[in-house]
């Protein structure tokens, strides 16, 4: 779970409607729930980020 804008929590890991449960089972007021899924290249970058072909010598 992150901090987003001031009026935003992201949450990782649980389905909209599992957080719905959740904050009304402790009396949380929700507003809006939008489910939020990685693009394909989101998650091509996100696995790759760390493999280089081509790089800069330093």
Same mark, same amino acid.
């Given at each position: 779970?992150?901090? /987003?804008?001031?009026?935003? *929590? *992201?949450?990782?890991?649980?389905? #909209?409607?599992?957080? /719905?449960? %959740? !904050?009304?089972?402790?009396?949380?007021? %929700?507003?809006?729930?939008?489910?939020?899924?990685?693009? %394909? &290249?989101? #998650?091509?970058? &996100? *696995?790759?980020?760390?493999?280089?072909?081509? /790089?800069? !010598?330093?």
């Amino acid at each position: 779970m992150q901090r /987003g804008s001031v009026d935003e *929590l *992201l949450i990782t890991g649980m389905a #909209a409607p599992d957080v /719905g449960r %959740l !904050a009304a089972a402790e009396s949380v007021p %929700l507003f809006e729930l939008t489910p939020r899924r990685a693009s %394909l &290249e989101e #998650a091509f970058m &996100e *696995l790759t980020r760390d493999s280089v072909e081509y /790089g800069v !010598a330093r």
